[in-house]
């Protein structure tokens, strides 16, 4: 498998991660939009260190592993695949978050040739079970640190990690629009179900419980 990266998708990828940790954190951190805004008076340079740098550790790194794992798959069955950003949607995800709202469609991976329903959905699952698998990677420093009492950047790190990887597993299979879950549904009820029902429950879960 022949894995290449042109100087544009690597610009895609490398502004998609940096856009969508800014955006989460001034969506985390509302006193920092407040500061940018005008309505409030300073706020800690540290706090928002840390916060952007959970979000990039976390938000972006499994946007970035997400859209990896369609393109791999997707080379795999042999496609011609890269990603694109849509820096349009990259900018509503900023501007978005300044007013306390975040809606963060960044981009795709975009494949073509010739290929069947079943290398479609599977090149479409993909993602989401990347997610569920790093939901797993840290859920275990998660329940470490649950028990031991363990805060701070760790505990963001783990809890940030966790939740984020929940939420884009349930969102992307929905089975609607563009998203994977529709592509999943098309080639196999059977798996959407398997894989759908739980992620979608563990993403509201996440979203209301973590």
């Known amino acids: 498998m022949n894995l290449t990266f042109t100087r544009q998708e690597l610009q895609d990828l490398f502004v998609a991660w940096l856009a969508l940790g800014l ?8 006193r920092l939009t407040d500061a940018l805004l005008g309505t409030v008076g300073g706020v800690s340079v540290g706090v928002v260190i840390r916060t952007l740098v959970v979000s990039l550790l976390t938000v972006g790194v499994a946007f970035l592993l997400h859209e990896l794992a369609h393109k791999v798959v997707a080379i795999r069955f042999g496609q011609v695949a890269a990603f694109k950003a849509d820096y349009r949607m990259l900018g509503f995800a900023i501007v978005g ?9 960044p981009g795709a991976v975009v494949h073509r040739g010739r290929i069947t329903p079943k290398e479609n959905g599977l090149i479409a699952l993909a993602g989401p079970v990347t997610n569920i698998g790093l939901a797993v990677v840290f859920l275990v420093p998660y329940l470490a640190f649950a028990t031991s009492g363990v805060g701070g950047f760790l505990w963001d ?13 349930g969102f992307n299979m929905i089975p609607f629009g563009p998203l994977d879950g529709r592509k ?3 080639w196999s009820t059977g798996v959407f179900l398997v894989v759908a029902v739980p992620s979608i429950l563990l993403g509201i879960g996440a979203l209301f419980v973590l």
Do not use: D, K, M
Request: charged share 10%.
């Open 23 to 30: 955006a989460f954190t001034l969506l985390l951190e509302p």
């Open 97 to 105: 978050a300044l007013v306390g709202f975040l809606f963060a469609a």
């Open 157 to 169: 790190l783990a809890s940030r990690g966790l939740q984020i990887n929940l939420l884009l597993a």
């Open 184 to 186: 999943v549904r098309e």
